[in-house]
């Protein structure tokens, strides 16, 4: 069952049983809200309309069969919760989907077709804090060494490697890339970061030098620029690399030079922010150069810097152990 139309914000009636059509309809509004008002990404606006899926085939497979969206009650969604955790869902998925009822039904509430937000008093399934996977500075030299610099493609992949982690960025940020975000001569870049928010990025000397290498032998396809934008990276083709892309050229050298497979281009700026604690940066700055909205999200890298000064502290104290 789909909640997706032609126009990618909508749902087709048709597929579904009649008494769908206004939660179909709905949904249609909340999305087309999101895109237009709110300036959500595609990816945004995928993630909501498969979670308000989800809730619509839990709705529909209920004795009294699916519900408009001015009949769901708290206890429905209770029901939908409780569903889920039977059904072993993470607590991450079942907290980004209560997420995005809350904001269907206080869009509902703007809009007049709910009184009340169902959603609200449903608090969030308590989530294990896993530190992120980190690679240490010697790991990180082997991978930024790996690709050759003796062709294009090899210059162009050190150019990459050499900027995420030298900026702490993005797989998207890095795609992104324009060349008028560069400013070379005083190792800065502007980033666009997650919702639409920019920020100014220093990069340090060895990705700038990687960088300058890259430009003298990247050759872009005319027709690939969006506008005046000449994207910084691109493929063989001369065409703006995707993050499919930077993600496999990553494996690629993971494989080559036998680093942990766990690794992802999201490692490299969990590296950065870990490697800058590790030598006294303040976590202010680490939220600012993160491009972080929120402190919390920035204060897991002080669990991981912890822990790596009780591994120092046990292999140099007399009788730590």
Same mark, same amino acid.
């Not at 809350?102 to 703007?110: A, D, L, P």
């Given at each position: 069952?789909?909640?997706?139309?032609?126009?990618?914000?909508?749902?087709?009636?048709?597929?579904?049983? &009649?008494? $769908? =059509?206004?939660?179909?309809?709905?949904? *249609?509004?909340?999305?087309?809200?999101?895109?237009?008002?709110?300036? *959500?990404?595609?990816?945004?606006?995928?993630?909501?309309?498969?979670?308000?899926?989800?809730?619509?085939?839990?709705? =529909?497979?209920? +004795?009294?069969?699916?519900?408009?969206?001015?009949?769901?009650?708290?206890?429905?969604?209770? %029901?939908?919760?409780?569903?889920?955790?039977?059904?072993?869902?993470? @607590?991450?998925?079942?907290?980004?989907?209560? *997420?995005?009822?809350?904001?269907?039904?206080?869009?509902?509430?703007?809009?007049?077709?709910?009184?009340?937000? @169902?959603?609200?008093?449903?608090?969030?399934?308590?989530? @294990?804090?896993?530190?992120?996977?980190?690679?240490?500075?010697?790991?990180?030299?082997?991978?930024?060494?790996? +690709?050759?610099?003796?062709?294009?493609? %090899?210059?162009?992949?050190?150019?990459?490697?050499? &900027?995420?982690?030298?900026?702490?960025?993005?797989? =998207?940020?890095?795609?992104?890339?324009?060349?008028?975000?560069?400013?070379?001569?005083?190792?800065?870049?502007?980033?666009?970061?997650?919702?639409?928010?920019?920020?100014?990025? @220093?990069?340090?000397?060895?990705?700038?030098?990687?960088?300058?290498?890259?430009?003298?032998?990247?050759?872009?396809?005319?027709?690939?620029?969006?506008?005046?934008?000449?994207?910084?990276?691109?493929?063989? !083709?001369? $065409?703006?690399?995707?993050?499919?892309?930077?993600?496999?050229?990553?494996?690629?050298?993971?494989?080559?030079?036998?680093?942990?497979?766990?690794?992802?281009?999201?490692?490299?700026?969990?590296? !950065?922010?870990?490697?800058?604690?590790?030598?006294?940066?303040?976590?202010?700055?680490?939220?600012?150069?993160?491009?972080?909205?929120?402190?919390? &999200?920035?204060?897991?890298? &002080?669990?991981?810097?912890?822990?790596?000064?009780?591994?120092?502290?046990?292999?140099?104290?007399?009788? *730590?152990?």
């Amino acid at each position: 069952m789909s909640v997706e139309s032609a126009d990618g914000f909508g749902a087709d009636a048709s597929l579904m049983p &009649t008494s $769908n =059509s206004a939660f179909v309809s709905a949904v *249609a509004r909340f999305l087309r809200y999101l895109a237009s008002e709110r300036g *959500a990404s595609p990816l945004t606006i995928k993630s909501y309309r498969e979670d308000l899926t989800a809730l619509l085939e839990y709705l =529909s497979e209920l +004795p009294s069969g699916p519900l408009p969206p001015d009949r769901i009650t708290v206890n429905d969604l209770r %029901g939908y919760v409780a569903a889920m955790h039977e059904a072993d869902y993470a @607590p991450g998925t079942i907290a980004r989907r209560l *997420a995005s009822l809350r904001s269907f039904f206080r869009f509902g509430m703007r809009e007049g077709w709910v009184q009340d937000n @169902p959603a609200k008093p449903l608090r969030n399934p308590r989530k @294990p804090r896993n530190l992120p996977h980190v690679l240490s500075t010697e790991e990180i030299g082997r991978l930024l060494q790996a +690709p050759p610099s003796v062709n294009p493609m %090899g210059i162009r992949d050190r150019a990459i490697l050499e &900027t995420m982690y030298s900026a702490g960025l993005r797989i =998207s940020e890095t795609a992104g890339l324009n060349d008028s975000d560069l400013d070379l001569e005083e190792g800065i870049i502007r980033v666009r970061g997650k919702g639409k928010r920019e920020r100014l990025a @220093p990069l340090g000397s060895y990705a700038t030098r990687a960088v300058r290498r890259w430009l003298q032998v990247r050759r872009i396809d005319p027709a690939a620029t969006d506008g005046l934008e000449r994207p910084v990276f691109v493929n063989r !083709f001369g $065409n703006r690399l995707t993050t499919r892309s930077l993600a496999r050229m990553l494996e690629k050298y993971l494989k080559q030079t036998g680093l942990d497979l766990r690794t992802t281009p999201h490692t490299l700026r969990h590296s !950065f922010a870990t490697h800058l604690l590790d030598r006294g940066a303040d976590i202010r700055s680490v939220q600012e150069l993160l491009g972080h909205k929120s402190l919390v &999200t920035t204060q897991i890298y &002080t669990h991981v810097s912890t822990a790596g000064l009780r591994a120092v502290y046990e292999r140099a104290h007399p009788r *730590a152990r």
